[in-house]
């Protein structure tokens, strides 16, 4: 047999395998993980957690950039406008950043097993400090 033969057999038989596995994740203790699987499968929950609530401080954060915008542009005129168009623009450099940057984290354990519990813990801790600065952002200057 050759190795692509191979390669695709042990592609797919991993793929078979995978549902298997998403239906026992739903029974791990997170707060008590024990194995490296746990390990990465609550990494991943807790980064589902934090990007749930940097999504909603975005929407929040663009929502008042569009009001602001709407207010400058009734006082000022249109080409003073911009806000929205910035934290657009800010927001997908940040991405960018943190994939990176999360990526350069998880060459800690290259190959391993614990990279993706590693990375993902970078991408929940970032997006958790960003959704605090997206909702400094949507209050704007009431703080």
């Known amino acids: 047999m050759t190795r692509t033969k191979i390669a695709l057999i042990s592609l797919a038989m991993a793929a078979f395998a995978l549902p298997a596995l998403a239906q026992d994740a739903p029974n791990v203790d997170c707060d008590n993980a024990q194995t490296q699987m746990e390990m990465n499968y609550c990494a991943e929950q807790d980064y589902d957690d934090a ?10 954060a663009m929502a008042s950039q569009k009001k602001m915008d709407a207010d ?4 000022m005129g249109a080409d003073s406008t ?4 910035a934290l657009k623009k800010a927001q997908r450099a940040w991405i960018d950043y943190r994939d990176g940057q999360c990526e350069g984290v998880g060459f800690q354990a290259r190959g391993g097993t614990m ?4 990375m993902m813990g970078c991408k929940a801790e970032l997006s958790r400090a960003r959704a605090k600065e997206l909702n400094e952002l949507a209050k704007g200057m009431e703080n």
Do not use: F
């Open 82 to 85: 911009g806000a929205a168009a």
């Open 51 to 60: 990007d749930a609530a940097l999504n909603k401080a975005y929407k929040a």
């Open 115 to 118: 990279e993706p519990m590693l």
């Open 72 to 75: 400058i542009e009734e006082s």
